[in-house]
């Protein structure tokens, strides 16, 4: 995937490609907004554009391997234990850095859900960003940037995505078509608890879930319906919008949806 195939972000994508065009990439760049595989998708994006000759063509060899995760130049680290970026996974991928690129002449590293970094984790990382080995790029993707520390946040560029432009997968959408059926008619906790469980399981799945309720909701207020007062479907946007936030901030996605599910099925 290209710039040409992510949709929406264009003044920020024109400007990244612009520093690769004139040489002045940083070493260190956050992305946040968008949901997680937009994030991704943008951030293989930027990887292209850095390391294709002909500014990310999306049809060459090296294009090829970035796009299909098989650069020996791109690494990607992610959660693995307890849902957290460990200071062992830095550790390696530091390691990683100081060997020497195969294709090229950089390196670059993609961590996902970067704000799931432990402080030890971020403290081991903060020497790289002050000290970058060789041609280092190191991306960070992030839900938000509250649970970073000062000293990271300040070593890197922050480039903050405004919406994916990426419509929910049919099987959310009828997920929180379902969710707030039950939320309406009064459903008993009980099965509202256990449906929160089975949407939490994926979070990519319960932030689409939330995001086709949002739209729901904004429907809901251009169509006049009269399942909610105008004040009601307002109040109803902001409390998943405040969900969203929360699990965001690392709050157990079930406790977040509880919590949803109460202030709007009350």
Same mark, same amino acid.
């Given at each position: 995937? =290209? ?12 400007? !990244? *490609?612009?520093?690769?065009? =004139?040489?002045?990439?940083? $070493? ?13 998708? &943008?951030?293989?994006?930027?990887? !292209? ?26 690494? =990607?680290?992610?959660?693995? *234990?307890? $849902?957290?970026? !460990? ?8 390691? &990683?850095? @100081? ?25 081991? /990382? ?39 432009? @990426? ?22 906790? &009980?099965?509202? *608890?256990? &449906? ?16 086709? !309720?949002?739209?729901? +909701? ?13 004040? *009601? ?25 509880? +919590? @949803? /599910? ?5």
């Amino acid at each position: 995937m =290209t710039f040409d195939d992510i949709a929406g972000n264009s003044v920020l994508i024109n400007r !990244l *490609k612009h520093t690769v065009s =004139t040489g002045s990439v940083s $070493h260190a760049y956050i992305f946040t907004g968008g949901n997680t595989d937009y994030r991704r998708n &943008f951030a293989r994006a930027f990887a !292209l554009q850095i390391l294709c000759d002909r500014g990310g063509c999306g049809n060459c060899r090296i294009c090829r391997l970035v796009s299909s995760e098989n650069h020996p130049d791109v690494l =990607t680290v992610e959660p693995e *234990k307890g $849902h957290r970026l !460990l200071d062992e996974q830095i550790e390696s991928m530091q390691v &990683f850095l @100081m060997s020497r690129p195969v294709e090229g002449d950089a390196h670059i590293c993609i961590i996902d859900r970067a704000d799931t970094m432990t402080e030890r984790a971020q403290n081991r /990382i903060l020497k790289t960003l002050e000290e970058p080995s060789g041609n280092t790029v190191i991306i960070l993707l992030a839900d938000n940037t509250e649970s970073f520390l000062q000293t990271v946040l300040s070593r890197c560029v922050l480039c903050r995505l405004e919406g994916s432009d @990426m419509v929910p997968s049919d099987e959310a959408a009828q997920m929180a078509q379902k969710l707030e059926d039950m939320m309406y008619t009064g459903e008993a906790f &009980f099965r509202l *608890k256990a &449906f929160a469980d089975e949407i939490s399981k994926d979070k990519d799945t319960a932030v689409q879930v939330l995001d086709s !309720l949002q739209i729901m +909701y904004r429907d809901m207020l251009l169509s006049g319906s009269r399942r909610y007062s105008p004040e *009601k479907v307002i109040e109803n946007v902001d409390t998943v919008e405040e969900t969203k936030k929360r699990i965001g901030r690392n709050v157990k996605i079930s406790s977040a949806l509880k +919590y @949803m /599910i109460l202030k709007i099925g009350g």
